[in-house]
C-alpha cells in the first residue's frame, strides 16, 4: 500500500471568479486570503455517532411524512476514499436536493413545480467499515434559476461530507450519467476540465439497482490528491 503524498493539481478545480455564473462575481474574494487559527472548540467538537441518526435517515422517500415520495426511486451509493483508494469510516454524510419536479422545501424557493407533501429533501448516513454508503431518494427534477434570460440547473444533490467531528465539512455535488442539460448549465460550466467534472457524474448502476423499483447510481467521493472529487468550498483542495 502507498503511502505516498499527492500534490493537487490546481488546474481541477473552477476559478473562484467565473462572470457566466453571475453569483460569483459578488462571492469570489478579490482580497489576499487571511489564515486565522482554529480555536479550541473548532477542534474538538462537536462530534457525532452512528446513535444520532435514525433509521429513516437515509431514506428520503419516507422520512418526511413516513409515506412514500412521488417520483423516480433511485439509490444512490458508493464509497468515501483517501487519495490512496483506503476507505474512510465512520464520516458523516448529509444530502438535500430539489423534489422530482425541481423545486425545494425552502421559502425562497418561488419556482411553480408543486411541493410534494411527502417529500423533505435531505438525509444523511454514515460510512461503514469499508467506507460505503447508501441512500434512497426520487431523482430530482431540473430547473431554472436567476443567472441569464434562461438558465437552467441539471438534475443535482447535494452532499456533505463531515470527518470525525463537525468542524471539518466539506461541500459538492452530484449529478447524473446523460443528463441533458449538462452542457447549458452555468454552474458546473465553471468547471474548466471536462474529466474534473466527469467526477461528479454518477453513472447508471444497473446491478445495484432493483427490479420493477429503483434505478441506482454510484458515486465515489475522494477527499484529496491529484483527482480528487471537487468541493465547492475547497476550491484550494482538500
Known sequence: MSWDYYQRDRRWHPPALTPDYKT????????????????????????????????????????????????????????????????????????????????????????????????????????????????????????????SANSWRMAHIHFSIFGAGLAQRLITQMYFEGDPLRAQDPIAQTIPDAAALDRLVAPLDLNASIPLDSLAYRFDIVLRGSRQTLFENKMEGA
Open 24 to 147: 460569483s462575481v459578488a462571492r469570489s474574494p478579490r482580497l489576499p486570503l487571511l489564515s486565522v487559527e482554529s480555536s479550541l472548540s473548532e477542534i474538538t467538537g462537536p462530534t457525532f455517532s452512528h446513535t444520532s441518526l435514525g433509521d429513516l435517515d437515509n431514506d428520503l422517500i419516507h422520512n418526511y411524512t413516513g409515506e412514500a415520495a412521488i417520483g423516480e426511486r433511485t439509490i444512490v451509493h458508493g464509497h468515501v476514499m483517501d487519495e490512496n483508494g483506503r476507505p474512510v469510516r465512520g464520516a458523516l454524510l448529509e444530502v438535500w436536493q430539489a423534489n422530482a419536479g425541481g423545486r425545494y422545501r425552502h421559502v425562497k424557493d418561488g419556482y411553480l413545480a408543486p411541493l410534494d407533501p411527502n417529500f423533505g429533501g435531505c438525509g444523511r448516513c454514515l460510512t461503514d467499515d469499508e467506507g460505503g454508503y447508501v441512500f434512497r431518494t426520487v431523482k430530482p427534477g431540473a430547473y431554472p434559476f436567476r443567472n
